[in-house]
């Protein structure tokens, strides 16, 4: 514990802050600290990489190749910034009686439910990660924190439901279009719903989910594809998220990566075939089930939401026409009208991405002035609510009307369709328990991909030791392309995709038939790698901080 709880590591005094003493004497003060609480270090999302919907070259992760443990910096850095946000939050709480009286108690109020907000959104995560965890809401000394030992999580989840309730209790509805990083109302009952379907509490959750619906604050923006473009922040469908401005010095940097590399990125980080693979046909069949498919032209017919995640091939992106096709060597420039060399086929460019597909989803224009990003970080918004209300609902076989429509209006959203017209777009019909289970985690995965929510859900669903336990594939090498691919007329997949029980692509014939290549090798144990190990360094300073099992 030394490292997490230790003046150095916390900071929980900064000089330009004053001391925890004197500090917390005023409005400012506290204002300043609650803001601080918000920092989007605090606020990492989960990684897409570590999931099967993610493809970078032939690298993994410690988590998708087997090898996570407790020196992981990742995960270092989740419990320690986790555990500093914590503390924070608890020694705002403590102090508010300072100003108690002295300010308006509507201030009071809002500080007090924020603290609150923050402290059960950390413990949240720190539970669905690690488990049984140490809680505390007190002011720790050095001597104390290494005698603490883990608190069962069910307790633990008790008091963040708590906190949650009471956070939604003093929040207001909304700050109007100024304060979207801070907690609303909306944003307690919402990621309590989050926590609580983490936990499988689903009767908590369902009803989370409902008061955060009742509240008739957010609605679903009517453009899917819009809904992420870095000039859309704060919209009535955001519930809870961090904005971003170069001008500040907060930016998502890492845009090369997912730019397409004839706009001078690297197309390197990109979607899976196996999220290619689980986006319905219109007809609301799977692609191996549809007549619609095409898999030589496997995004026509297709949910709408996928060409708005995925680059369509032959299609206008950032000013060029996308198209990784090994002959077409020339591109149109859309800016110029000119054709130039294509460096997004392998043909021309060795490292293109290494399955033909690139990211679409929040990436436009914005983010080749100067490879920086000022999309917000969403974290929460009312398109996952709707999802988690259907689940809760369905897992507790308390399905009605309100499952369907639930569902239905986040799909029907993606083909810009009325959700009680049901001929308009492939409407769920369902009322079988099974059935609506399925629909509901895929909807979940296409709703959501890209937006760091695939991890916990194959965690939560035990998925894991099945997704990640199959290979990452890829095209040939181009001299195996062209003969075995191209000259046969099988481009781009080569032969239909099955798909399972759990909605999930099988790839593995046509690599066994030689029609593509394994690019990685993934490797989840089931047997620990559901919940992380203990950061190594608390364990070895502390005899009372127990490991988790086989780590």
């Not at 995560?125 to 005698?147: C, M, P, Q």
């Not at 679903?220 to 922040?233: A, I, M, R």
């Not at 398109?383 to 609902?393: F, R, S, T």
């Not at 209006?409 to 308009?424: E, F, N």
Request: overall charge negative.
């Amino acid at each position: 514990m030394l490292i997490t709880f230790s003046c150095n590591e916390l900071d929980l005094n900064p000089l330009s802050e004053g001391s925890s003493q004197s500090w917390y004497s005023n409005e400012t003060e506290i204002e300043m600290s609650v803001n601080d609480l918000f920092r989007s270090v605090f606020w990492a999302q989960d990684g897409d990489d570590w999931t099967d919907d993610w493809t970078y070259r032939e690298s993994l992760t410690p988590i998708n190749n087997g090898t996570i443990n407790g020196e992981w910096g990742v995960l270092n850095d989740l419990w320690t910034l986790s555990y500093k946000n914590i503390s924070r939050s608890s020694t705002i709480l403590l102090n508010l009686d300072k100003v108690e009286g002295v300010i308006p108690q509507e201030t009071v109020d809002k500080f007090r439910g924020n603290a609150l907000f923050v402290r059960a959104a950390q413990y949240a995560n720190l539970v669905a990660k690690f488990g049984d965890v140490i809680y505390f809401t007190g002011i720790l000394d050095l001597e104390e924190s290494f005698t603490l030992s883990r608190t069962d999580k069910e307790v633990v989840m008790q008091a963040v439901y708590d906190d949650f309730d009471m956070a939604a209790s003093l929040l207001p509805e909304s700050y109007g279009n100024s304060e979207n990083k801070f907690a609303t109302k909306g944003a307690a009952y919402a990621m309590k719903a989050r926590a609580a379907l983490y936990n499988g509490d689903f009767a908590i959750a369902r009803d989370a989910a409902k008061a955060c619906m009742d509240l008739g604050v957010y609605e679903l923006y009517p453009d899917y594809g819009e809904l992420f473009w870095s000039e859309n922040k704060n919209t009535v469908e955001s519930i809870f998220s961090m904005p971003r401005s170069t001008a500040l010095n907060s930016f998502f940097g890492d845009c090369k990566n997912y730019i397409t590399r004839n706009n001078g990125g690297w197309a390197a980080k990109d979607p899976s075939w196996e999220l290619l693979s689980a986006y319905l046909c219109t007809d609301g069949l799977p692609i191996d089930e549809s007549p619609l498919y095409d898999p030589s032209d496997p995004f026509s017919n297709r949910d709408p939401r996928l060409a708005e995640t995925i680059v369509p091939f032959n299609t206008p992106h950032l000013g060029f026409i996308y198209q990784p096709h090994p002959d077409s060597l020339e591109v149109l420039n859309l800016n110029t009208g000119a054709y130039q060399k294509n460096n997004d086929t392998r043909s021309n460019a060795a490292f293109a991405s290494f399955n033909g597909l690139v990211w679409k989803k929040g990436i436009n224009s914005d983010w080749t002035d100067d490879f920086r990003a000022e999309n917000e970080i969403i974290i929460m918004r009312y398109a996952d609510v709707l999802l988690m209300y259907a689940e809760a609902k369905i897992e507790l076989d308390d399905i009605d009307q309100s499952v369907l429509d639930a569902i239905n209006m986040v799909r029907a959203r993606a083909y810009k369709a009325d959700y009680t017209d049901a001929g308009s777009y492939p409407a769920v019909v369902t009322t079988d328990q099974a059935e609506l289970r399925k629909e509901v985690r895929l909807e979940r995965r296409v709703e959501l991909a890209f937006e760091g929510r695939r991890y916990m859900d194959i965690i939560r669903w035990r998925l894991a030791e099945k997704v990640l336990n199959k290979d990452v594939y890829g095209m040939l090498d181009l001299a195996d392309l062209r003969t075995k691919i191209i000259d046969e007329g099988l481009w781009f997949f080569p032969q239909v995709t099955d798909i399972d029980e759990d909605g999930i692509a099988n790839f593995d014939p046509m690599y066994q038939s030689g029609l593509i290549r394994r690019l990685a090798q993934r490797e989840f144990d089931p047997e620990r790698q559901y919940l992380w190990p203990i950061p190594s360094k608390e364990v070895l300073i502390n005899d009372n901080l127990s490991q988790n099992p086989n780590y």
